[in-house]
């Protein structure tokens, strides 16, 4: 009879009753498991999980009834919350409790409750806070907001309901040239190939070969993304292509040593010899890891495709993780996040953020022919853009190697009276006896510090100036050749009172290594108007200045300050937070939602690698010294812009350690780019910040995820640093480079 009641018990958990796809994946991450958790214990393969969250599969006895016992109990503890529209009438990408479209960034999942966000831009100071999108308020535990997944497939181009939104679009509105959202991760399960789009959606996709592909993509897919401006181009679709689907259609699975070097494919590849004879063509970069696919525009009609490998190494661990890694769907997710947040990639994040800056600021706009009635491009650029014209930088921006050096003696090394040398810091000096006995060094991290440098900055739009015997103006972009060694950190101006420092304690603001100047050299105009706040006169002899200048920046430091702000939101960490909650919600929040986490890495990276564009060096190309690159023929190779940036960051990081010397008697012990140490008694930065009733120290340091504002970065012992500079026989061993996990590598650990 037991053996009956055994069969009937059996029969009954076969049919175990579970909830969908999403609601499995919410459950789980309210509880604060991973998947790898999920599958030790039920004793299956990680993808197995992977696989009933996303819908793809369903679990089979014995599992399911296990399976179903676990979701039943999370159930009880995280019940789902109320809302006031039901999940089939809501698209994906949106929240079930919508908030004004200019004032909420997208959110990549299905997250019950959430609270309304006001972007505020702060033009004076990089400091002042901009709220963010609250967390997901599912559950009580810290649940990262996620997308449902379909485990049906849809022919052709036929979906339920929207999975993405175009980027500014009202919340409940789709374009419905792009419904399927902005790209596909095209993958071949079981002989059929399927592209996986944002929001869970899967497309059979009938292409037979690469050609076919791309006409699918443009005609059947409904790929794609609006504009970002008025006068700007609709972001083309992305196809990304698994390992799977490069086999499927002829394409190599990885590159070969000699391939990895030139960065593409031979040119006599079978491939493209089909899309040439299909009257396709490719970029002058070739068919590469980010390969660009395109027919000659008819009129308005563009007919582009982005592929993107990452069997080819296009997403760089680097900045984008394990995302090359990761399941179809999976990496549908990731990229759809990051092109509904900042914009469609483009290539690598610093390409992507190069791009991010004329899509914003297109360089010309289109008007109609009064005689032909015909949209042709207008004469002269938009306003407020950089043109569509390269504009040559002044002798003093330039990098060694470029043309307007070509007359200089072969070995000649330019010192600060003819280069501009503005770059981030790398400073350190000895521990003072009293800091020695100090118990541990902490680190504080400028959250998206060279973000925050753009913030509000002027920077030029056009061609140089060249003038004599300048008057200094902060207010005109430009480099401008100036002796500041008479500046005496010593005594400065903080605010509007004069205070009395321990200037050797300091690092130079002027200098990336601290040092004090010891005569004229060039400067960006943020680094002058320091001086001058500092309480110094100065006088420039000679300056590059641009009298066409603007606020560039400022709309790309907003995207990508939104996107990084609602990711962090995702992952538990809000903008109002108090310090004590910011340090506890920053502890770990990688964890909460690994994907998630991926998108923050590459935004931060987007804004890194966007403002070092600015300054391309050659690559490659055959270049020999004095010959012109590639890149000094974009209008968007401006090295005078990220002077600027750069310049401003430092100056900022430099003012927070002035105001916080000058009230706490406390002075930084090594620097490295947007990370400071200090030595101190404790462990945290709560334990010497100055806090008073909950409010920082205005113009100091202060905790919190905005951009401008600090998290901790690590804390070490006094004695590891003394015994790492012992060790390393380097009195002054920058510290700061492995203040995070006090792992000594030469890789810069700083963010």
Sequence with gaps: MSELFDAVDALVASRSTLPPPAERKRLRAAHGLTIDEVATALKVRRATVSGWESGKTEPRPPERDAYARLLAQLAELYPAAAATVSAAEVPATFTAVPAPAEARPLSTGPAPEAADMTATENTQSSTTPAPAAAAPAAAPGPAPTTRPTSTSRRPGAKKAAPAATSAGAPVGETDPRFENGPLAVVDVEDGKVLAYCVGGLVLDVPAKSLPSLVDWTLKEAKLGQPKLSGPGRLADPLIVLTAAACERYGLPVGLTEEERIA??????????????????????????????????????????????????????????????QLPPAELARVLGAYAARVMTPRGSTAVTGLELMTAL??????????????????????????????????????????????????????????????????????????????????????????????????????????????????????????????????????????????????????????????????????????AQELGYDVTPTEAYVRYENGRYLDGWYARLRDAYLATMADLGVDADLTPEDFLAAMDGYKGRDPQMAIVVSAVKATVKGGLGKLRE??????????????????????????????????????????????????????????????????????????????????????????????????????????????????PELNLARYIKDGTFTDKDNGE
């Design 361 to 530: 600021h297109p360089p010309t706009y289109a008007v109609r022919d009064e005689e032909t009635g015909v949209m042709r491009r207008a004469d002269g650029k938009t306003p407020g853009s950089l043109g569509v014209d390269p504009v040559d930088c002044a002798p003093c921006e330039a990098p060694d190697g470029h043309p307007l050096l070509a007359d200089l003696p072969r070995f000649h090394v330019r010192g600060p009276e003819e280069k501009l040398f503005e770059e981030a810091y790398d400073w350190a000096r000895p521990l003072t006896d009293d800091e020695c006995l100090r118990s541990h060094l902490v680190g504080l991290d400028v959250n998206m510090a060279f973000a925050a440098g753009a913030n509000g900055l002027v920077v030029g739009l056009g061609e140089h100036t060249h003038v004599k015997n300048p008057v200094f103006d902060p207010k005109l972009p430009g480099s401008w050749l100036v002796d500041l060694s008479h500046v005496d950190l010593s005594r400065v101006k903080v605010g509007k009172e004069w205070a009395e420092l321990d200037g050797a304690l300091l690092p130079s603001p002027f200098t990336p290594k601290g040092d004090r100047p010891t005569g004229p050299a060039w400067y960006a105009t943020p680094t002058i108007a320091y």
């Design 263 to 324: 960065g593409r494919i031979p040119e006599g590849h079978k491939v493209i010899k089909q899309l040439t004879r299909a009257d396709w063509q490719l970029t002058k970069r070739g068919f590469g890891p980010w390969a660009r696919i395109y027919r000659p525009a008819q009129g308005s009609d563009r007919q582009c495709v982005q592929l993107c490998i990452p069997s080819w190494n296009a997403l760089d661990p680097r900045f984008w993780g394990a995302a090359g």
């Design 617 to 730: 060096r050659p690559r490659g190309e055959g270049w020999t010294s004095g010959e012109r690159w590639r890149a000094l023929e974009r209008p968007t190779w401006r090295p005078d812009i990220r002077a600027a940036v750069i310049s401003r960051t430092r100056i900022n990081l430099h003012r927070k350690m002035v105001k916080h010397a000058a009230f706490t008697g406390q002075y930084p012990v090594a620097i490295l780019s947007d990370c400071v140490v200090y030595a101190v008694d404790g462990e945290s930065p709560l334990d010497f910040l100055p806090y008073r009733e909950g409010k920082p120290l205005p113009g100091g340091f202060k905790l919190g995820v905005n951009p401008g504002l600090v998290k901790h970065e690590g804390t070490q012992t006094t004695l590891w640093g003394e015994g790492a500079r012992e060790q390393h026989k380097a």
